[in-house]
Nanobody
């Protein structure tokens, strides 16, 4: 399974972006997909995940109420809608796919099966 992220860019504080994570096959629709981000000099942070079994969603406290994760199975795509962006949202955003039973935003990276190359998000005036 291959994952390709897109949709990053430069945006002013308070702005919005929508990230996409496209899976190479429909099999991706059955994986839990988690968006991680990494800011320069910081550890990876799990931002949001969507279950491969029931599409239930989870969010890190830092993005609750501002970010929305969703899945379009017809397009083998998971989206991350990011609103009210803040400078601290700046970082490289990656989507990861996991086939295990349970994931949340604190699940370590090594428990995922596939990941993409990332897309850069910069929030700055």
């Amino acid at each position: 399974l291959q994952l390709v992220e897109s949709g990053g860019g430069l945006v002013q504080p308070g702005g919005s972006l929508r990230l996409s994570c496209v899976a190479s096959t429909f099999a991706g629709n059955y994986y839990t997909i988690t968006w991680f981000r990494q800011a320069p000099g910081k550890d990876h942070e799990g931002v949001s995940c969507i279950s491969g079994s029931d599409d239930s969603t989870l969010y890190a406290d830092s993005v609750k109420g501002r970010f929305t994760i969703s899945r379009d199975n017809a397009k083998n795509t998971v989206y991350l809608q990011m609103n009210s962006l803040k400078p601290e949202d700046t970082g490289m955003y990656y989507c990861l796919a996991g086939s295990g039973r349970h994931y949340d935003t604190s699940t370590p990276l090594h428990e995922y099966d596939f990941w993409g190359q990332g897309t850069q998000v910069t929030v700055s005036s």
